[in-house]
């Protein structure tokens, strides 16, 4: 059944593939404070539910459940600048819900108030910290990877696919049609692939493809920001949007932010979403700096026809869409 996942680690800990996001919950703190108690994580491996309470007994848990550790800090009684957590159970599912809105949110009627856990902060404040919300909504459980893609690389990418799709559901630099394509694609099958081709952070062999190339030496050293960029950038391509080549130089060269006929393209705009910025061979060249990457090797998608490699299934002379 679908789970309900809470936890300060803005990576999710063990949810990126079958989780999504679902943003910040409220904030609260990783140690003891003034009025504050402990509230203790437990889980349910048949419901798959995540079941957190302030009693260090369990409660129901311990029947069904397995102690996680302390999840987090909140106060137990109302304070100045505090709003309360509301839990809520869904009987049918087994899944337990927990939410700021006294309503419940989704709760009812499906799920039944089952009163007060704590009290947290609504906003940033000194010293607490934020409580990430994930749902189990099987997002990314249609992805595949090749072998040749370690643990580590795999789960990095999850991860930094779960991010850009929560921004691009959130973002205002890309349209309405142009969020539920590229949202929807994340739920079908992508298999991702290793490449060493020269000069590329990753690639789609072809518009509304099912296939991502990631150039793992390349795209990762640069760090989070570009790998989403890249990815959402290239989700874009697998939902059917394209964009023209890279003009270098002349009077038409295409610059970052200028909303031309490159940089004005669903593609590059999505990229926005991110962090407010768009990929350039500036920022690259100095980032890769110490892997003899020149700044005009590495581009946001230019079309290019690569030589193909044997482990990719592009024939000399196709066209593909690089990052």
Request: aromatic share 12%.
């Amino acid at each position: 059944m679908p789970d309900h996942f809470y936890t300060l680690d803005f990576a999710g800990e063990l949810a990126p593939g079958n989780y999504e996001r679902e943003g910040i919950t409220g904030y609260v703190y990783t140690s003891m404070q003034p009025n504050t108690v402990a509230i203790y994580r437990w889980y349910n491996s048949t419901s798959h539910d995540h079941f957190y309470t302030a009693d260090p007994g369990g409660e129901l848990a311990p029947q069904n459940y397995k102690y996680e550790g302390i999840a987090w800090y909140m106060f137990n009684q109302r304070q100045v600048n505090t709003v309360a957590l509301y839990r809520w159970y869904n009987s049918e599912s087994g899944d337990h819900f927990y939410t700021a809105d006294a309503t419940g949110e989704l709760g009812p009627p499906a799920y039944k108030s089952e009163g007060i856990l704590g009290y947290m902060h609504p906003n940033p404040t000194n010293h607490a910290v934020p409580i990430y919300r994930w749902w189990e909504s099987g997002l990314l459980s249609n992805f595949s990877f090749d072998d040749d893609i370690t643990e580590a690389q795999r789960r990095k990418l999850l991860e930094r696919h779960t991010w850009a799709f929560y921004r691009a559901g959130i973002c205002g630099n890309i349209g309405a049609e142009e969020k539920e394509k590229v949202r929807a694609v994340y739920r079908q099958g992508i298999r991702h692939s290793a490449t060493t081709l020269p000069g590329v952070n990753a690639y789609v062999p072809d518009l509304n493809a099912r296939h991502l190339f990631i150039n793992f030496n390349n795209l990762f050293p640069q760090g989070d920001r570009e790998i989403a960029q890249t990815l959402l950038h290239e989700m874009m391509h697998c939902a059917g949007y394209p964009h023209p080549a890279h003009i270098d130089s002349g009077p038409n060269i295409d610059r970052p932010y200028d909303g031309g006929k490159y940089y004005g393209t669903a593609p590059l705009r999505s990229e926005l979403c991110i962090d407010g910025v768009q990929s350039d061979t500036s920022t690259v060249g100095m980032v890769l700096a110490s892997y003899a990457v020149t700044q005009t090797e590495l581009r946001a998608c230019p079309v290019v026809n690569p030589t193909a490699q044997a482990n990719e299934a592009t024939a000399p002379g196709d066209v593909v869409t690089q990052a």
